[in-house]
């Protein structure tokens, strides 16, 4: 699938949520800022193809910002790779998944029997966290606004699904209520020259 084109304008952000970290069938646990996993092939593969997807686009990034998180950093590593310049990424703390908490790598069953499920879905429409969690909301709203406001280069930003939605909280962009990316998908928010800020796409997988 073929991203939007951003007009011209001001920078744009791109915002990329790492690859897959469990492999198919995989059992997989709730897992954040604790668990530093490592790609799977498969979530290489994707890395891959978001690296050759942005390329095709003529989409060249000033700068990247990533996660500490292995996860992060190998999913930049291979999109960074079919860039035409060479780009160092550099880890960012506010791009950090959120801790769990109680739940932090605990089987999806247990975690829904803990908190319920509409305190997962009030997490993934408002961004309301769950009891528990370790989200530090106020100061990743602050960090997401400041950056996208000010931010001066066209920039790759690859974290977590947890920390990207604040990215749409921030600006009250959330896109019919729906604020989670999938694995190996992208969100492009695009200043414009009058510095008005653009939702162009969310939860795009190439």
């Given at each position: 699938m073929s991203g939007p084109m951003p007009p011209p304008g001001g920078p744009m952000f791109v915002i990329v949520r790492h690859g897959?970290?469990?492999?198919?069938?995989?059992?997989?646990?709730?897992?954040?800022?604790r668990t530093d996993l490592p790609l799977t092939p498969a979530g290489v593969a994707q890395a891959e193809a978001l690296g050759r997807h942005f390329a095709q686009q003529g989409w060249h990034?000033?700068?990247?910002?990533v996660s500490p998180l292995q996860r992060t950093?190998?999913?930049?590593?291979a999109i960074l790779a079919h860039q035409p310049a060479t780009l160092r990424p550099e880890p960012c703390e506010w791009l950090?998944?959120?801790?769990?908490?109680?739940d932090e790598?605990?089987?999806?069953?247990?975690v829904v029997a803990r908190i319920g499920p509409q305190a997962l879905?009030?997490?993934?429409?408002?961004?309301?966290?769950?009891?528990?969690?370790?989200?530090?909301?106020?100061?990743r709203l602050h960090a997401w606004?400041?950056?996208l406001t000010t931010a001066a280069q066209p920039t790759l930003l690859v974290t977590s699904n947890g920390a990207a939605r604040f990215a749409l909280?921030?600006?009250?962009?959330?896109?019919?209520?729906?604020?989670?990316?999938a694995t190996g998908a992208y969100g492009l928010i695009v200043r414009e020259a009058d510095g008005a800020l653009r939702l162009a796409a969310w939860d795009v997988r190439p």
């Open positions: 897959n970290t469990f492999a198919a069938g995989e059992p997989a646990p709730r897992i954040g800022a990034f000033g700068r990247a910002l950093r190998a999913t930049a590593a950090r998944e959120i801790d769990h908490g109680p790598d605990r089987p999806e069953a247990e879905a009030a997490w993934d429409r408002e961004g309301t966290p769950p009891p528990g969690w370790i989200v530090d909301a106020p100061e606004q400041a950056f909280l921030a600006l009250g962009l959330a896109p019919g209520g729906a604020l989670k990316l």
